[in-house]
């Protein structure tokens, strides 16, 4: 299946997975509840079994903007603060369904990976960099019905498991505009 994350099929997970399999527990989360949250340490990385996780940033109007999201089968961590320096969240993780995660204690989870992987973490740092600049540079180079046609081309289940407002505000438009793209394509 196509994945919204591109850094996902340039990264080898499966000692990863394997690990969460064998020292994890499977946690529920109801829609809404919160992976991670703006302001503190993460403490688990998980494997989304089911459902979908959507990463938000608080604007300055008090709303949340989606910046991201992990699908079932993928990795879930709040990768660039809490994972690699050990400082709080500058992002919330949020159920966007009700879903489930097999997760590990953050710090047992770097641990492992530090001590039988030790080129990882500088490798998925590496990658992860460049999909976000990747995705600034889009914002100036696309336009949404760019941005929209690529993300439904590229992981054509989306519009199934993800609400139209955190699909625009992943797009970085209103859900009235994008409500406009679908029209005038013909959605």
Do not use: W
Request: with cysteine; proline share 4%.
């Amino acid at each position: 299946m196509a994945q919204i994350n591109d850094f996902l099929s340039h990264i080898d997970f499966e000692a990863m997975r394997e690990y969460c399999m064998a020292n994890g527990k499977t946690v529920r989360y109801a829609k809404g509840d919160c992976f991670a949250e703006v302001g503190r340490v993460g403490r688990y990385v998980g494997f989304v079994n089911s459902g979908y996780f959507k990463y938000c940033i608080l604007t300055s109007k008090g709303d949340y903007a989606v910046t991201g999201f992990s699908f079932a089968d993928e990795c879930i961590m709040d990768f660039t603060q809490s994972f690699i320096f050990d400082k709080p969240s500058k992002i919330t993780i949020i159920a966007g369904c009700d879903s489930e995660v097999m997760q590990v204690p953050l710090r047992a989870f770097r641990d492992f990976i530090t001590k039988n992987n030790p080129g990882l973490i500088p490798r998925m740092s590496a990658v992860v960099l460049e999909e976000a600049y990747g995705r600034y540079l889009h914002l100036y180079q696309k336009s949404p019905t760019e941005r929209y046609n690529e993300l439904v081309e590229k992981y054509p289940d989306v519009l199934e498991q993800v609400t139209l407002r955190d699909i625009a505000s992943y797009l970085l438009v209103t859900p009235i505009h994008l409500s406009r793209i679908r029209k005038k394509l013909g959605k």
